[in-house]
């Protein structure tokens, strides 16, 4: 097959043209080998489809590309991608590519393998923790090779890695306000450049350029070179061009939460019909979308990030035509006859046929004294993946015993010295599924503390040290950390439904048949204020025409699979809602 328009004569000659450039350089793709002509083939390919924007280089050997990646490393040049033949001189792919891990932590990581070794090669990901594999033949690229690597690099590129022509962020680690923009744009998968104000020489010359006080953090600089001193995230979202207003006044269907529920019913939605609008009020992703890795979602058998699907179902639901607002609040929900109207958090209105709620849950918040004013300080609700990058080679602390703490504790592990867990319970096994179980017990610097629970935090300006007690043994310590990641509970906030929709206890919205009141007589009753002759569809509210759907609803399975299930089901029973108020009309 010959290379589209634009690609070089030789893969060869562009590889070793990479291979000398400086720090200043691209980021490169490293295709490993031992086939001549295999290799000849996989540099061409990648020249052809990424020439533009990365350097190719190659090897044919595991010796020679470790000698390439550790050469790289120390002369601070960036590496995107390592391809690797699983039968090499010298090795296997799966040895080499976990070496490369250890090099390039950050670097994504592919095996190509032969169809007799796949069914291998599915039960070693996990021991080698690479990102994707691809049985050859390989070609057509178009069709086996670039859709994986175009997945995979879209990843890379919205993380943190110093690429020309990003944005860069000025800051100080363990400054708030430095954190909640570096978390917005990481979630919203937005590639920026952290230059951090203690340890990057360049990090002091925006404020020699600009006059502009140390005090002021963060800044954020722009590719056009304006900068944003200390900005807010509706006015960063201004500036990188997303959707903070929606462009109509009326839709089919407004969907308050974009959380796997949100964004399934955004995507079914709009690609059967449906004038869909999705307002966020932080970043598209919800709670899973800061999940380090998703190693049970069907279809994945590498596993993805929380970041990963989202950006997908992003793209998804764009390709549909679903408008997303973000960052964007809904502060208030009412019927106006037939239609159904959210107020916004800068005072608009937005009407619509139906309202689909799925704002998701957020952690519960630790009840510690002085937690509080550490919060972002070393202190953090979660986590994203760009915050594995500042704790290289420290003692980190991760409270929490489900699959989102085990998920982050194996993430965090690649880069810290030691991650401890710190569970309530007296096993993992409680709240946590069994593979993750067994990967933790398997990861060397991964250590889990039962029946352990955190009592007090230490440091001024930010997090130093820890206290625990062991609540078996009643003993506690004091332990220096500058990482605490909280991952426990699940809290919907709901608050602003009060008196609108039915909730239970806790605060999660009753749907369909958990509605019903069961009176002495034990009759089955209908919600208080239904008017309808028909009881309410299996995820309708006690509200007709306002349906809720994942972590939000009463009663849901709280998994990514079963939230993207039930805003998927969700927008069934709407077009049943629409369908049966049409008929009513007549």
Request: aromatic share 8%; with cysteine; net charge negative.
């Amino acid at each position: 097959m010959r290379p589209p328009d634009g690609c070089r004569n030789t893969a060869a000659d562009s590889a070793r043209g990479c291979a000398s450039g400086s720090g200043d350089g691209p980021a490169v793709l490293l295709a490993v080998s031992g086939d001549e002509q295999e290799l000849r083939l996989l540099a061409r390919d990648l020249e052809c489809a990424y020439g533009d924007r990365y350097g190719v280089l190659v090897a044919a050997s595991a010796a020679e590309a470790l000698e390439m990646l550790r050469g790289r490393r120390q002369g601070g040049e960036a590496v995107a991608l390592v391809l690797a033949d699983q039968r090499l001189p010298q090795g296997s792919g799966l040895d080499l590519l976990a070496e490369a891990h250890g090099i390039f932590p950050e670097a994504k990581r592919v095996l190509l393998t032969a169809f007799a070794d796949a069914q291998v090669m599915i039960g070693a990901i996990r021991k080698a923790q690479i990102d994707h594999y691809i049985v050859k033949p390989w070609r057509p690229p178009e069709q086996n090779l670039y859709p994986a690597l175009r997945d995979l690099l879209a990843g890379w590129e919205a993380g943190p890695n110093s690429a020309p022509g990003t944005v860069r962020i000025v800051g100080y680690r363990f400054s708030p306000r430095s954190h909640e923009t570096r978390d917005f744009f990481a979630r919203n998968c937005v590639p920026y450049e952290w230059l951090d104000v203690e340890r990057d020489p360049g990090a002091q010359r925006p404020f020699d350029a600009s006059g502009v006080s140390c005090s002021a953090l963060p800044i954020v600089i722009f590719p056009d070179g304006t900068q944003l001193v200390q900005p807010t995230n509706a006015e960063i979202a201004e500036k990188i061009g997303l959707k903070v207003r929606p462009e109509g006044r009326f839709y089919d269907l407004v969907i308050v939460g974009s959380g796997p529920a949100g964004l399934a019913a955004s995507v079914y939605g709009a690609s059967e019909g449906l004038r869909t609008v999705t307002v966020e009020r932080q970043a598209p992703g919800g709670q899973a979308g800061l999940s380090s890795m998703i190693e049970n979602y069907l279809g994945f058998p590498a596993g993805l990030s929380g970041s990963d699907l989202a950006r997908r179902a992003v793209a998804q639901a764009r390709k549909f035509g679903v408008e997303i607002v973000a960052p964007q609040t809904v502060t208030r929900l009412r019927a106006d006859g037939p239609s159904r109207v959210v107020t916004l958090s800068d005072g608009s209105e937005l009407s619509a046929h139906v309202v689909l709620l799925t704002p998701g849950v957020e952690w519960r918040r630790l009840d510690v004294p002085g937690i509080e004013r550490l919060t972002g300080a070393g202190v953090y609700y979660g986590g994203t993946l760009a915050e594995a990058f500042f704790c290289r080679g420290e003692d980190i602390y991760i409270v929490g015993g489900a699959n989102a703490a085990g998920q982050a504790a194996l993430y965090f592990s690649r880069y810290a010295k030691t991650v401890t867990m710190l569970v309530r319970e007296d096993s993992l096994a409680k709240y946590m599924s069994q593979y993750l179980i067994e990967q933790i017990e398997a990861t060397r610097n991964v250590r889990v503390r039962l029946q352990t629970i955190v009592v007090g935090v230490q440091g001024d300006t930010r997090l130093e040290a820890i206290t625990i007690r062991d609540t078996a043994a009643g003993k506690e310590d004091t332990l220096p950390t500058s990482a605490l990641f909280i991952f426990i509970g699940a809290e919907p906030h709901t608050e602003w439904l009060d008196g609108v929709v039915e909730r239970d206890s806790r605060g999660f919205i009753l749907t369909g048949p958990d509605l019903e009141d069961r009176s002495a007589g034990g009759k089955m009753e209908r919600p208080s204020g239904w008017t309808l002759e028909r009881e309410p569809y299996r995820l309708e509210s006690s509200v007709p025409g306002v349906f809720a759907a994942g972590d939000v609803r009463s009663g849901s399975v709280k998994r990514v699979a079963a939230g993207v299930g039930e805003g998927a089901a969700a927008v069934q029973f709407i077009h049943q809602y629409l369908g049966s108020t049409r008929q009513e009309r007549r």
